[in-house]
């Protein structure tokens, strides 16, 4: 048995039981879905062809090209159907723990801007939802934002805390007046230096304001902008290894607190790097259709988790010196994850298929 089609019936058939077993119609998406993400790993491309020589689904290459097509353009293949069965496999062991959330947008496919929601997990950004727009550059809106954000909700463990975390396209007062109405939840958004305040009666800006590096400086009590959101607390963090301080704004009460989530947040891979040039091309998609995109991001999502479920496992199961150094590990989750899938195939090993996230992995450094 060729090496696609094994990774395929590995797929699929873990698809199968996370989907409760269907039939009919939604078997065939299944199993087209299971042939995308076996085709996108082992081509490391999303482009049709290239997934088609790798699926894995049998069948002559432009027979499987074009069921690929089909699939994507489908209109009954639809985020709730073909995403959130697995996804609640993501989250399932996560409730209780304080979950930090991102936005990030960015360009995909021809012409078309992609917004995304991600959860923080082991310097990776695993994906909860997205957007996609016809639209090359620039930023979404406020209510666009919002409306991602009402789709990810109902969707979070409900014993958790949740902090998002979003750079300067996120700082919009629409924004932060819906984030800060909503129980267990905290943010962290950059704001621009420029940005006015009204402190201590007076208006100034924050760049105005003199502080000297290794310092964070709260100013509490703040009101936001000449909307005069408020009051909030915006902090003037500046890590001496920055050229420049981080300016943010926050419902934080501490604004050290405050400093460290961003921080981290810095240092995140985000999933577009990781879908770029690491890893499945994602940027390259001739697609110009933003629902044909959207769904396309299906796969290519499920694909991205699973890399990540397998490099835990390389280091649950002490396989990282078979697969690089023995004296320290360079590669990411997501990079160990394609490595220890290779080693399953070459090795005629079992081949693991799942999209948990094991606790002891949850945290940011």
């Known amino acids: 048995m060729s090496n696609s089609r094994r990774r395929y019936r590995a797929i699929v058939t873990k698809l199968v039981q996370l989907h409760g077993y269907p039939s009919g119609r939604i078997m065939q998406r299944v199993q087209v879905l299971a042939g995308f993400i076996s085709g996108i790993v082992g081509s490391q491309s999303t482009h049709c062809r290239a997934v088609a020589k790798h699926a894995g689904l049998g069948a002559k290459v432009d027979s499987r090209e074009k069921r690929l097509s089909r699939w994507y353009q489908n209109e009954q293949v639809t985020y709730e159907l073909d995403y959130l069965p697995y996804l609640q496999e993501v989250l399932a062991g996560l409730a209780g723990l304080t979950l930090p959330l991102a936005m990030d947008g960015s360009e995909i496919g021809r012409g078309c801007m992609v917004l995304m929601i991600s959860l923080l997990y082991n310097n990776r950004a695993i994906p909860l939802a997205w957007t996609v727009f016809q639209r090359p550059k620039g930023?979404?809106?406020a209510e666009e934002h919002i409306h991602l954000l009402e789709v990810v909700r109902p969707l979070l463990p409900a014993a958790s805390e949740i902090i998002f975390l979003g750079d300067g396209e996120f700082?919009?007062?629409?924004?932060?007046?819906?984030l800060h109405a909503l129980p267990q939840w905290s943010y962290v958004c950059r704001t621009a230096k420029n940005t006015q305040i009204m402190l201590d009666g007076a208006w100034t800006t924050l760049d105005a304001l003199a502080f000297a590096p290794d310092t964070c400086l709260t100013l509490e009590e703040?009101?936001?902008?000449?909307?005069?959101?408020?009051?909030?607390?915006?902090?003037?963090?500046?890590?001496?290894?920055?050229?420049?301080?981080?300016?943010?704004?926050?419902?934080f009460e501490l604004g050290e607190e405050a400093?460290?989530?961003?921080?981290?947040?810095m240092r995140i891979e985000t999933f577009f790097s990781d879908q770029k040039s690491r890893g499945f091309q994602l940027h390259k998609s001739h697609i110009s259709d933003p629902m044909r995109l959207a769904r396309l991001l299906i796969a290519a999502c499920l694909a991205y988790v699973w890399m990540i479920y397998l490099g835990t496992q390389a280091h649950l199961h002490r396989l990282v010196p078979l697969l690089h150094r023995a004296d320290r590990c360079d590669l990411s989750l997501f990079q160990l994850g394609l490595d220890?899938?290779?080693?399953?195939?070459?090795?005629?090993?079992?081949?693991?298929?799942?999209?948990s996230l094991p606790e002891s992995f949850f945290r940011v450094q």
């Open 139 to 141: 930023h979404a809106s």
């Open 171 to 178: 700082d919009s007062v629409a924004l932060q007046t819906y």
């Open 222 to 251: 703040v009101l936001f902008t000449a909307q005069a959101y408020g009051p909030v607390q915006v902090v003037l963090h500046w890590n001496a290894q920055y050229a420049e301080p981080l300016y943010l704004v926050t419902n």
């Open 259 to 265: 400093g460290y989530w961003y921080q981290q947040r």
């Open 340 to 355: 220890l899938l290779h080693y399953y195939l070459e090795e005629d090993l079992e081949i693991l298929v799942d999209f």
